[in-house]
């Protein structure tokens, strides 16, 4: 497989030409708002998407948020790159998730809980760390979705079993030689993405290596709770919240206002 991982990740759909601009002008110190609001309002599909989910219930505003210069000034950029994000991969040719044992809909429902669960659980006392991982939130199990697409290139018929974050972390480097994590980053340096998607991403599940261990264990505790599989009891959590000087608190009234939202949507 290694010698077909480069040619996986070369030739991965692209995403659409208006999420390379979108990055670039997010990559320079002045990011000048007008013209990636100039570059969402023409693309159809990102235009409509980043408004409904600037306007969906659990956001609690009382009215609609009816353009983009408004949804930049609720969230902020870094929000508003994820959602263009999560919009380009909803609208992406390759949706096959079979490898893993899920829908390409349920792929996307794991990766709103990680979201919704940092959003409510950052927004107020860690903004910065939110701004610091440009939208990265939005797509944090990418890496599944670029595995899968491997498997299907190099003709291999195989479903994973890991059920727990890190044993399925060991099972693809065992098949591809490297983790899903690590195949992301690669299509992210290939995306021209800046360094800070593919460094958080790969040091999720490792963050006392990461350049920002504190926002990478924000990560972990996201990924850690709302597995591909399951939601995990909050407890799974505590110990690394500890560890990097979080209060505890915070991030339960996070996961119970999630859970409860969820409830009542059932």
Same mark, same amino acid.
């Not at 600037?54 to 949804?71: C, D, E, K, L, M």
């Not at 340096?189 to 990461?210: K, R």
């Given at each position: ?37 100039? *570059? ?58 079979? %490898? ?9 429902? *794991? ?47 195989? *479903?994973?079993?890991?059920? !727990? ?29 800046? !360094?800070?998607?593919?460094? %958080? ?29 399951? *939601? ?9 919240? !500890? ?16 859970? %409860? ?6």
């Amino acid at each position: 497989m290694d010698n077909n991982i480069l040619y996986s990740i070369e030739s991965f759909p692209p995403l659409p030409e208006s999420i390379n601009k979108i990055n670039l002008l997010c990559s320079v110190e002045e990011i000048d708002l007008k013209a990636i609001i100039q *570059v969402i309002e023409s693309d159809p599909i990102l235009y409509t998407d980043i408004l409904r989910f600037s306007n969906v219930p659990y956001h609690g505003f009382r009215y609609p948020i009816t353009s983009i210069s408004q949804a930049i000034a609720l969230f902020g950029i870094a929000a508003i790159r994820g959602m263009s994000l999560t919009a380009a991969l909803k609208a992406h040719p390759y949706t096959d998730l079979s %490898s893993y044992g899920m829908s390409i809909h349920e792929w996307f429902s *794991v990766m709103e809980k990680q979201q919704r669960f940092l959003d409510l659980w950052l927004v107020k006392k860690h903004r910065s760390i939110l701004q610091s991982l440009g939208g990265l939130t939005f797509i944090l199990e990418i890496g599944r979705l670029v595995a899968s697409y491997a498997l299907m290139l190099n003709n291999i018929s195989y *479903v994973f079993t890991g059920n !727990e974050p890190d044993k399925l972390l060991i099972e693809e480097k065992n098949l591809f030689g490297k983790s899903g994590d690590e195949l992301a980053g690669k299509l992210f340096d290939y995306w021209n993405f800046d !360094e800070m998607f593919t460094n %958080s991403l790969y040091y999720s599940f490792n963050p006392e290596e990461a350049t920002d261990p504190r926002a990478c264990a924000a990560l972990k505790c996201a990924r850690s709770l709302f597995t591909l599989k399951e *939601v995990k009891p909050f407890e799974e959590i505590e110990s690394i919240l !500890e560890q990097y000087d979080f209060k505890v608190n915070d991030a339960r009234v996070a996961y119970e206002i999630l859970l %409860s939202d969820d409830e009542i949507d059932d």
